[in-house]
């Protein structure tokens, strides 16, 4: 699977941003994906995931309310919707995708995207 995000760029605090990871190689119904992000100096972090059937679930505090994920069969691609950003959400923001299920942990992810940088200034 080659994933292929795109989207990221250098905002203000309190702009939008959506990012976009377009997937191909696989029949991408059978694939559940996750959005991470890495800070400098900081592990990498699980924002969401989104299961087969389109389900997602949010796994980070710090942006809650203010991301939503979603993905579109019909396109190969799945999104992350990020308002109201805050300078705290620089980082890099990759794209992961398993043929297994979702998972808390990066390891089960088999398939990464090269990530797009966010960088939000206050």
């Known amino acids: 699977v080659q994933l292929q995000a795109s989207g990221g760029g250098l905002v203000q605090a309190g702009d939008s941003l959506r990012l976009s990871c377009a997937a191909s190689?696989?029949?991408?119904?059978?694939?559940?994906l996750a959005w991470f992000r890495q800070a400098p100096g900081k592990n990498r972090e699980l924002i969401m995931t989104?299961?087969?059937?389109?389900?997602?679930?949010l796994y980070s505090d710090s942006v809650k309310g203010r991301v939503t994920m979603s993905r579109d069969n019909t396109k190969n691609t799945v999104y992350l919707q990020m308002n109201g950003l805050k300078p705290e959400d620089t980082a890099f923001y990759y794209c992961?995708?398993?043929?297994?299920?979702?998972?808390?942990?990066?390891?089960?992810?088999?398939?990464w995207g090269r990530g797009t940088q966010v960088t939000v200034s206050s």
């Open positions: 989104v299961t087969r059937s389109g389900t997602s679930t």
């Open positions: 992961a995708a398993t043929e297994g299920p979702t998972s808390l942990r990066a390891v089960d992810y088999d398939y």
């Open positions: 190689g696989r029949t991408f119904n059978n694939l559940a």
